[in-house]
C-alpha cells in the first residue's frame, strides 16, 4: 500500500467552525489532490497540487483552501464549514500526471467530516 | 458535455459466474481510461487501465474493453469471488494542451457476490 496517512479520519463540528484534513506521503510523489465523494456523484477533485508551494482549483473548490509547504504534506481548509461540505475526503497522490505517465492515483483511506 | 456514469448502480452475481460493469463517458477527448475499486470503509484502488489507442487490455481475473465507436467502456471480471464485493468505479482522463488533464470519476457501481 503507498505510504498515505490522513488525519483526522473522523471529524464532528459545528457550522462556521474551521476545519483542517491533513494528508501526508512517504512516497515522495509529485502530485497530490483533495476529492471529496458523496453518494450520487462519485468523486470530485477540490484542489490538488504539482509540487511544493503549487496548487490549483479543481471542480468543487468553493469554501476550500489548501497549503502545501513541503512534498509529504497537503492541507485541505474549510475556513467557515458548512453542511454542505459533510461528506468523506480522500486525499490521493500520483507519481505522474495523465498522459504524461501512468496517471495512477492512490489513495488514502479517508477522513469522514460531519459539519452539524 | 464531460461526464463519465455507469449504467447499473447496483450489480449482484453468483460466485463463480462472470462480472461485467459498463461505463458510458461523453469526451471524445478522453484518452486513458481507469478503473478503481473501493471496499467498505477505504479508499479507491487501481485495478487495471486502458489507453485510447488500445481496444482490450487484460489483467489477472480482468479484462477491460474500450468501444470508442460508442464511448463505451466495460470491466469484466472472471470467476467472481466474494472479496470481489465492492463499488467500481471508472475514471476518464481528459488531455488538456494548455493545462494538466483532466480526470472525471463515475459514480460507481456497487457489486455484491452471492456465495
Known amino acids: 500500500d503507498a505510504g498515505i496517512t490522513q488525519s483526522p479520519r473522523h471529524k464532528v463540528t459545528e457550522t462556521g467552525t474551521p476545519v483542517t484534513l491533513r494528508c501526508h506521503q512517504t512516497e515522495n510523489h509529485r502530485y497530490m489532490y483533495w476529492y471529496r465523494q458523496d453518494p450520487g456523484h462519485g468523486l470530485r477533485l477540490i484542489h490538488y497540487?504539482?509540487?511544493?508551494?503549487?496548487?490549483d482549483k479543481g471542480e468543487v473548490s468553493d469554501g476550500y483552501s489548501v497549503s502545501r509547504s513541503k512534498t509529504e504534506d497537503f492541507l485541505l481548509t474549510l475556513e467557515s464549514a458548512t453542511s454542505s461540505q459533510t461528506s468523506v475526503y480522500f486525499c490521493?497522490?500520483?507519481?505522474?500526471?495523465?498522459?504524461?505517465?501512468?496517471?495512477?492515483?492512490?489513495f488514502g483511506e479517508g477522513s469522514r467530516l460531519t459539519v452539524l | 458535455g464531460e461526464s463519465v456514469g455507469l449504467h447499473l448502480p447496483t450489480l449482484s452475481v453468483q460466485e463463480g459466474d462472470n462480472s461485467i460493469i459498463n461505463c458510458a463517458y461523453s469526451n471524445s477527448a478522453s484518452d486513458y481510461f481507469i478503473w478503481y475499486k473501493q471496499e467498505s470503509g477505504k479508499g479507491p484502488q487501481f485495478i487495471i487501465d486502458?489507453?485510447?489507442?488500445?481496444d482490450k487490455r487484460q489483467g489477472q481475473r480482468v479484462t477491460v474493453l474500450l468501444n470508442k465507436t460508442v464511448k463505451h467502456l466495460s470491466l469484466q471480471i472472471a470467476a467472481t469471488q466474494p472479496g470481489d464485493s465492492a463499488v467500481y468505479f471508472c475514471?476518464?482522463?481528459?488531455?488538456?494542451?494548455?493545462?494538466?488533464?483532466?480526470?472525471?470519476f463515475g459514480p460507481g457501481t456497487s457489486l455484491s457476490v452471492i456465495p
Open positions: 475514471a476518464e482522463n481528459i488531455f488538456r494542451e494548455t493545462s494538466y488533464d483532466k480526470v472525471i
Open positions: 497540487s504539482y509540487g511544493v508551494k503549487d496548487t
Open positions: 490521493a497522490i500520483s507519481e505522474s500526471y495523465g498522459t504524461s505517465g501512468a496517471g495512477e492515483l492512490f
Open positions: 486502458i489507453r485510447s489507442n488500445m
